[in-house]
């Protein structure tokens, strides 16, 4: 592409080094949803607070209490995989109801700060700002253990989504501004790649050989704020968005500047008329409104689809599969020790994976890769219903652990990264901070019910596993059906593909339109000489 042919090696370092900035309130987003989950830190946390059960004080309700055992440890296993039964007397955990809240606090922050996203339209500025609460919540985190204060972890917690509800619609919508057109979608793939590296070293610094000790706990929870910190170091002196400069600020001259820098060369006439261009098109429609997004047929066709993205990347069961994991265990007292063993295995995994849109989603294209990858976790999902319906045996261990992998590979290529590549690409500059903003918040919202709710499906995972297959289904045909192609185009490009579209309906319309006038006008003729008659 002539993009990249134009970008010398010190303009790629720029974007680079911009990309990889501004992922690292991505890697706090994943480090922040895992963290507390880790098996070993979760358990020290519990004893310091007092909360698990019998050890505390008694006097919060308990969430999660097993079927038919009060002591899980009593459990014994001889099987190498844990199967349905032993699945709810093992991996349903007793958790107070502050604990739980600590948890689930987050995203009710996460979705308060993605609703402002619409308002944070300076993205590298906004970037520095919330990087502000992520090392106040840090500092809470640290101090919760001095003062022995819960109610302070919850407040972070708070805090923390705050942040996370913000970045996580900052960040792709930088990347996508800043980026080629010819690699924008695998440079904003780098924000869900970032997700999975953040949870994968919370599960590893949580370990009880590294962080997850009574003694480190608090630094263990206070680590986000060296990435804070990191961030805020590099990003005043990296170039601000050149769309956000010429689009929304009329700042031509800067726009030029930063896209040079971005580039690594001064032939950027072609972009910055396409931004122009961009510019009027934007001003005949003027300022889109929320009702607009839903009502008005050329933004209804846009947002629908991103926002149907959004919602099934949660409703997929990837939260619920993930928990799945910690029952992959094996006998005996090598049972504790495995399941933080298989927890990293597949964090790793997915990690692994997420690199494949990163490199291949702009020569394969977004809609294979999502659509594909909804078919794939189908599959996998099915295949994992079935064997937990099967009697425990060596072979069905084996099937159930491949299903597993099979599942998260499948979201690992597509709606793990593709959801937010299209929040980029498929709205014009000034409508898409709005757009962006109410499609992630309807993640976070969506997010927010699955921790909610999460206690209750674990008692009946198998039912689920049910519910999750025929979401991936129904989601790989729909989006099979309605997604259009970006990849490879310029955001005017992408807007006149849905113009053509909505032109096209239109004009189909017409048709029938004179067909029922005629078939009127015949009807009034018709009485008028029976009248006369």
């Not at 970045?167 to 997700?195: D, N």
């Not at 990296?238 to 500047?257: F, G, T, V």
């Not at 910055?272 to 050329?298: H, P, W």
Request: aromatic share 12%.
């Amino acid at each position: 592409m002539p993009e990249t042919q134009q970008c010398s090696s010190h303009s790629l370092n720029v974007l680079y080094i911009a990309v990889f900035t501004a992922a690292l309130s991505s890697f706090q987003f994943g480090y922040n949803m895992a963290v507390l989950d880790v098996k070993d830190s979760f358990q020290v946390l519990q004893s310091y607070f007092g909360l698990k059960g019998g050890n505390g004080s008694g006097n919060d309700t308990n969430i999660h209490v097993p079927l038919h055992s009060q002591n899980s440890e009593n459990i014994k296993t001889e099987i190498a995989f844990v199967g349905v039964q032993a699945w709810k007397d093992v991996c349903v955990e007793r958790m107070s109801t502050s604990w739980y809240l600590a948890l689930c606090m987050y995203t009710v922050g996460g979705v308060i700060g993605s609703s402002f996203t619409a308002y944070l339209v300076q993205w590298k500025n906004s970037l520095l700002a919330t990087n502000h609460m992520s090392i106040l919540a840090a500092a809470l985190m640290w101090m919760s253990k001095g003062t022995h204060s819960l109610e302070m972890i919850i407040a972070a917690r708070v805090l923390q989504g705050l942040h996370a509800g913000m970045a996580m619609g900052i960040t792709p919508l930088y990347i996508g501004e800043i980026s080629p057109t010819s690699i924008r979608g695998g440079l904003i793939s780098v924000h869900q790649l970032f997700i999975t590296i953040g949870l994968l070293t919370a599960q590893v610094l949580g370990l009880s050989d590294v962080f997850g000790t009574e003694d480190s706990w608090n630094l263990l929870l206070a680590f986000p704020a060296f990435i804070s910190i990191l961030q805020l170091l590099i990003l005043p002196f990296l170039p601000e968005s050149p769309r956000h400069l010429l689009i929304d600020k009329n700042q031509r001259a800067r726009a030029i500047e930063c896209l040079t820098k971005f580039r690594g060369t001064d032939k950027v006439d072609d972009e910055i008329l396409e931004m122009i261009e961009e510019s009027k098109v934007e001003e005949e429609f003027g300022k889109v409104s929320l009702l607009d997004l839903i009502t008005q047929q050329n933004f209804r066709r846009k947002f629908f689809p991103l926002a149907v993205n959004q919602i099934v990347q949660q409703l997929c069961g990837i939260n619920a599969i993930l928990f799945y994991v910690k029952c992959i265990m094996v006998t005996g007292d090598a049972r504790d020790e495995s399941q933080n063993n298989e927890q990293i295995l597949v964090a790793a995994f997915e990690v692994f994976m997420t690199l494949l849109p990163v490199f291949l989603i702009d020569r394969v294209g977004r809609k294979r890769f999502l659509v594909g990858g909804y078919a794939v976790a189908a599959i996998f999902s099915c295949l994992l219903t079935i064997s937990l319906s099967i009697p425990d045996s060596t072979w069905t261990s084996y099937l159930r652990i491949i299903a597993v992998c099979g599942f998260i590979a499948g979201f690992a290529i597509g709606p793990g990264p593709v959801p937010w590549i299209l929040t980029v690409e498929f709205f014009m500059q000034r409508s898409r901070p709005l757009a962006s903003a109410v499609a992630i918040c309807l993640n976070w919202i969506f997010t927010s019910v699955i921790f909610w709710v999460f206690p209750v499906m674990q008692r009946s995972m198998n039912g689920y596993m049910y519910f999750f297959c025929l979401i991936c289904t129904l989601s790989a045909i729909y989006f099979y059906e309605v997604l259009k192609e970006t990849k490879n185009k310029t955001f005017q490009e992408i807007h006149q593909i849905f113009e053509q579209e909505n032109v096209a309906q239109i004009n189909e319309q017409k048709p029938l339109n004179i067909s029922t006038s005629v078939s009127n006008f015949s009807i009034e003729n018709s009485t008028v000489i029976i009248n006369r008659g």
